[in-house]
């Protein structure tokens, strides 16, 4: 696959090959098409479907724990591709049909990519004494205190009430997710602890993963395919989160919280099966990118509507 990250400003254009020239292929859709379809059709057939064959061969073989940045610079170059091609070129209905289909086959590939990364490595570095930590927690009176003072700072950091958050999340939800969530959070904030992304956020393009999965919550996407491993499902949701969190009230901002810790251990718990250290890994993962990165660009990732008569797009 290739490792360049590519402008939105290169997907309006053909690409040029090392000739200085573009294809005969792309000549002949331009002649017959014009610019904007000729540029979608030859991104596709010059990058995206050679990257898409070679992510399935990646993921038929073994994982190898030097190749996730090829993953992640092609879902960050599908996620700008996707955007322009919706936003800026005019293309007829049958493309845009067709670009869809091809994020649901790339959110389905890349899906499975990290399920198998984050069983060989991420999965075994959650410590055995915290595989049921909240129980943990709850239990042993020494470490009460210091839960405490964990939860209380990350909910201070975000300036949220705490209180306010646990009403509103008992009001209707089960306190054994309370306490999942509680000691996901204090995973996070606990100097004992390796924090789960730690090396995976040494690689440059880390929060690709993120970027292009958080597609998965849209309703032009739907139910399909889900999101498949705690580590993806928490960051995509704190990447989702962040994007309305710094413009919302503080009772907004406590209801989007307890609505995601909901959403993100049902998940885990109920749709994946998984046991409850997996949902306290994805809690710990949400509360990381939470608390530690800034809000994201609004508008990036977003389907938009077609261009009509050369206008503005206009965003959803």
């Given at each position: 696959?290739?490792?360049?990250?590519?402008?939105?400003?290169?997907?309006?254009?053909?690409?040029?090959?090392?000739?200085?020239?573009?294809?005969?292929?792309?000549?002949?859709?331009?002649?017959?098409?014009?610019?904007?379809?000729?540029?979608?059709?030859?991104?596709?057939?010059?990058?995206?479907?050679?990257?898409?064959?070679?992510?399935?061969?990646?993921?038929?073989?073994?994982?190898?724990?030097?190749?996730?940045?090829?993953?992640?610079?092609?879902?960050?170059?599908?996620?700008?591709?996707?955007?322009?091609?919706?936003?800026?070129?005019?293309?007829?209905?049958?493309?845009?049909?067709?670009?869809?289909?091809?994020?649901?086959?790339?959110?389905?590939?890349?899906?499975?990519?990290?399920?198998?990364?984050?069983?060989?490595?991420?999965?075994?570095?959650?410590?055995?004494?915290?595989?049921?930590?909240?129980?943990?927690?709850?239990?042993?009176?020494?470490?009460?205190?210091?839960?405490?003072?964990?939860?209380?700072?990350?909910?201070?950091?975000?300036?949220?009430?705490?209180?306010?958050?646990?009403?509103?999340?008992l009001a209707d939800r089960d306190?054994?997710?309370?306490?999942?969530?509680?000691?996901?959070?204090?995973?996070?904030?606990?100097?004992?602890?390796?924090?789960?992304?730690a090396q995976f956020r040494e690689?440059?393009?880390?929060?690709?993963?993120?970027?292009?999965?958080?597609r998965c919550f849209d309703a032009?996407?739907?139910?399909?395919?889900?999101?498949?491993?705690?580590?993806?499902?928490?960051?995509?949701?704190?990447?989702?989160?962040?994007?309305?969190?710094?413009?919302?009230?503080?009772?907004?901002?406590?209801?989007?919280?307890?609505?995601?810790?909901?959403?993100?251990?049902?998940?885990?718990?109920?749709?994946?099966?998984?046991?409850?250290?997996?949902?306290?890994?994805?809690?710990?993962?949400?509360?990381?990118?939470?608390?530690?990165?800034?809000?994201?660009?609004?508008?990036?990732?977003?389907?938009?509507?077609?261009?009509?008569?050369?206008?503005?797009?206009?965003?959803?």
């Amino acid at each position: 696959m290739s490792l360049q990250i590519r402008s939105p400003q290169d997907f309006k254009e053909i690409p040029i090959h090392q000739g200085k020239t573009i294809t005969e292929a792309a000549k002949y859709d331009l002649r017959r098409y014009g610019k904007d379809i000729a540029a979608y059709l030859e991104w596709q057939r010059f990058l995206f479907q050679p990257a898409f064959k070679n992510l399935k061969d990646h993921i038929e073989g073994p994982v190898d724990p030097d190749r996730p940045r090829e993953v992640l610079v092609l879902s960050q170059n599908w996620c700008t591709f996707e955007r322009i091609a919706n936003a800026v070129l005019k293309l007829p209905e049958d493309m845009r049909r067709d670009l869809k289909q091809w994020t649901l086959r790339l959110l389905d590939m890349v899906g499975q990519y990290w399920v198998d990364y984050h069983f060989v490595l991420e999965k075994d570095t959650w410590d055995y004494e915290w595989s049921k930590s909240h129980f943990l927690l709850a239990c042993d009176p020494r470490r009460q205190n210091g839960m405490h003072d964990r939860l209380t700072g990350w909910f201070r950091t975000l300036r949220v009430d705490e209180d306010a958050s646990h009403r509103t999340f008992l009001a209707d939800r089960d306190e054994r997710y309370w306490q999942i969530f509680r000691a996901g959070v204090a995973r996070h904030r606990s100097p004992e602890g390796r924090k789960v992304l730690a090396q995976f956020r040494e690689i440059p393009e880390w929060n690709a993963r993120f970027l292009l999965m958080e597609r998965c919550f849209d309703a032009d996407i739907g139910t399909f395919p889900p999101m498949r491993d705690p580590v993806t499902i928490g960051g995509a949701a704190a990447r989702r989160t962040l994007r309305k969190w710094h413009n919302v009230s503080d009772n907004e901002r406590a209801q989007s919280l307890t609505v995601n810790i909901f959403h993100i251990i049902d998940d885990v718990c109920t749709t994946l099966e998984m046991e409850d250290s997996c949902a306290e890994q994805a809690i710990s993962v949400f509360a990381e990118l939470l608390e530690t990165s800034p809000a994201p660009d609004a508008t990036a990732n977003r389907p938009t509507r077609r261009v009509r008569n050369g206008g503005t797009p206009r965003r959803k």
